[in-house]
T-cell receptor, first 115, second 118 residues
Framework: AQSVTQLDSHVSVSEGTPVLLRCNYS??????LFWYVQHPNKGLQLLLK??????LVKGINGFEAEFKKSETSFHLTKPSAHMSDAAEYFC?????????????FGPGTRLSVLP | DTGVSQDPRHKITKRGQNVTFRCDPI?????LYWYRQTLGQGPEFLTYFQNEAQLEKSRLLSDRFSAERPKGSFSTLEIQRTEQGDSAMYLCASSLRPSGRFSLNEQFFGPGTRLTVL
């Protein structure tokens, strides 16, 4: 079965400093991996996805993530945090249902950005 | 707006009552998913449809829960004899059918229906 671990439930950074949100996954086959963001009272929005092409994936709003198979990791980074980045972030792996066709979400990491 | 829509956005009900939620996916998407999200947790998969066929159900989906997608377009999720533990945000998402067995396309999420069971 697929699973996702997000190592930090809460990360706090100052505006203009780098962001690192950690994600480790478990999968019995080559997975699809995603990062979604959820702002308060808004729907989930895709930041980026990995589907076995380039291991370094660029997403929206300056975010990127690197797939490392040897470490089973898919950490999310951004060089410089902005106040608008404050939100909940979810790492997602493709699931292992009958057809391997559902998403398994991590527990989420809440990002706070301090002025 | 051509995104995923859900109705109602909020529902307050008394324990033991039945509730029904509706999801309208993006029109060209043949996959439709239902998730449940409780406070402080990530969404948990409930079930999904490909066109009108319900292809998978999670063990979270007890006998009190039923989902339909009768014409392969909108979907409904019904909860019978609601319990306080059913209080959560119910999310709907849609996507295109993936090209490979183990590769998934992006899922587009609706705003959710927040259910409160008193």
């Amino acid at each position: 079965a697929q699973s996702v671990t997000q190592l930090d439930s809460h990360v706090s950074v100052s505006e203009g400093t780098p962001v690192l949100l950690r994600c480790n996954y478990s999968s019995s086959y080559s997975p699809s991996l995603f990062w979604y963001v959820q702002h308060p009272n808004k729907g989930l929005q895709l930041l980026l996805k990995y589907t076995s092409a380039a291991t370094l994936v660029k997403g929206i709003n300056g975010f990127e993530a690197e797939f490392k198979k040897s470490e089973t990791s898919f950490h999310l980074t951004k060089p410089s945090a902005h106040m608008s980045d404050a939100a909940e972030y979810f790492c997602v792996v493709s699931g292992s249902g009958n057809y391997g066709q559902n998403f398994v979400f991590g527990p989420g990491t809440r990002l706070s950005v301090l002025p | 707006d051509t995104g995923v829509s859900q109705d109602p956005r909020h529902k307050i009900t008394k324990r033991g009552q039945n509730v029904t939620f509706r999801c309208d996916p993006i029109s060209e998407h043949n996959r439709l998913y239902w998730y449940r999200q409780t406070l402080g947790q990530g969404p948990e998969f409930l079930t999904y449809f490909q066109n009108e066929a319900q292809l998978e159900k999670s063990r979270l989906l007890s006998d009190r829960f039923s989902a339909e997608r009768p014409k392969g377009s909108f979907s409904t999720l019904e909860i019978q004899r609601t319990e306080q533990g059913d209080s959560a945000m119910y999310l709907c998402a849609s996507s295109l059918r993936p090209s490979g067995r183990f590769s998934l396309n992006e899922q587009f999420f609706g705003p959710g229906t927040r259910l409160t069971v008193l």
